[in-house]
């Protein structure tokens, strides 16, 4: 028997299914658009393309792109360049020479000095009084070399008088023996033996007194110089930098105390070994400085004879294991024309040099 239409499940059925057909009906709209849409963009592209100015254009910045990189590689080629560089110096590192406790800073941090300039005053009580006991004690010397003179002047008279009445006696003995008794002969070679002793003695308590007023003289000279050890000036022309002393504060012999960077500095670039082959000592170098943002001229010092690792505290056995080649850099030091004015250069500041090899 056929359904009858006018059943409310019959007419939920005949709706859904109808439902379906629209939705299927609606996606094959939206394909054949879709469709229609990209075969249109394609057509677009494609005639885009296929118009003489947009090729010319084309090649006009292809043509560019490659005359641009002609001349970059032609300029590119007459300069080695490294961003491995630094700025370079020998820094001196101050520290006392005596011990004692710190009176006095006459600098401050990151101060100019010059040489000569006093820095730093060391209590120096300690060493003037050490000096003052060697100088008494050398006063003394010199009374006690004084005395000796006077002795011996004593004793080379007794010995010269001994010496001549021996040497009577002896002639008397060879010319009249019955004149001269034995006894006496003998008597007067022990005392011309006494007086030769005294004499000697008397120049050796001499010598003894000169050698002791050197020895002191020595000791003075030392104890001199100790006393100009508390009083610490500057060596070298530069600026004060990491100042780790302050007033009070008790230093010993071998502490750092303060350093100062001098005026002369340089810089280090560390090259690739295969960027040298055109590098020569005199070449023109543009140093560009990081902390300051300007170009300062330079040019090649000199090359170091030997790359770096092999300065190393553990250089590199090459002779064991295996072996793999890797390029070394090598330092070369490069000298600033002129320190720019307002840029304040210092030890491992970054540059970039750029050496012109062509």
């Excluded at 000199?302 to 690792?309: C, L, N, V």
Aim: charged fraction near 25%.
């Amino acid at each position: 028997m056929p359904p009858d239409r006018h059943d409310p499940e019959h007419r939920d059925q005949h709706g859904a299914r109808e439902d379906r057909e629209d939705q299927d009906e609606d996606e094959d709209r939206d394909s054949r658009k879709s469709a229609d849409d990209g075969s249109g963009e394609e057509i677009a592209k494609e005639s885009l393309f296929k118009k003489p100015w947009v090729r010319i254009l084309i090649v006009v910045l292809v043509a560019v792109l490659i005359v641009g990189g002609v001349i970059w590689w032609l300029n590119a080629r007459h300069y080695e360049e490294t961003d491995d560089a630094f700025i370079d110096t020998h820094i001196v590192h101050l520290s006392p020479q005596t011990s004692g406790q710190v009176i006095a800073i006459h600098v401050r941090d990151n101060q100019l000095v010059h040489v000569g300039d006093s820095l730093i005053e060391i209590n120096s009580a300690d060493a003037q009084a050490k000096l003052a006991q060697i100088e008494a004690q050398k006063i003394q010397a010199r009374t006690q070399y004084q005395q000796a003179l006077a002795a011996a002047k004593g004793t080379r008279a007794q010995a010269a008088n001994a010496d001549r009445n021996l040497a009577r006696y002896r002639l008397l003995k060879r010319t009249a023996p019955a004149a001269v008794a034995q006894q006496q002969l003998d008597q007067a070679v022990a005392a011309a033996r006494n007086a030769d002793a005294q004499r000697d003695q008397a120049t050796a308590q001499i010598e003894g007194a000169l050698a002791q007023i050197k020895v002191l003289d020595a000791q003075i000279a030392a104890a001199k110089l100790t006393v100009g050890y508390t009083h610490i000036v500057a060596p070298v022309t530069g600026h004060i930098a990491q100042r780790s002393v302050a007033v009070g504060n008790y230093v010993s012999p071998g502490q750092e105390m303060l350093a100062i960077v001098p005026l002369q500095i340089w810089v280090t670039a560390n090259f690739k070994e295969t960027q040298l082959d055109h590098v020569h000592v005199g070449q023109q170098v543009m140093v560009s400085v990081d902390a300051c943002g300007i170009d300062v001229k330079g040019h090649v010092d000199s090359i170091q004879r030997g790359a770096g690792q092999a300065f190393g505290i553990l250089p590199p056995e090459n002779a064991t294991g295996n072996y793999v080649k890797v390029v070394q850099r090598v330092p070369v030091k490069i000298v600033l024309d002129r320190l720019p004015p307002n840029c304040p250069l210092g030890p491992g500041m970054s540059v970039e040099p750029s050496i012109k090899v062509r």
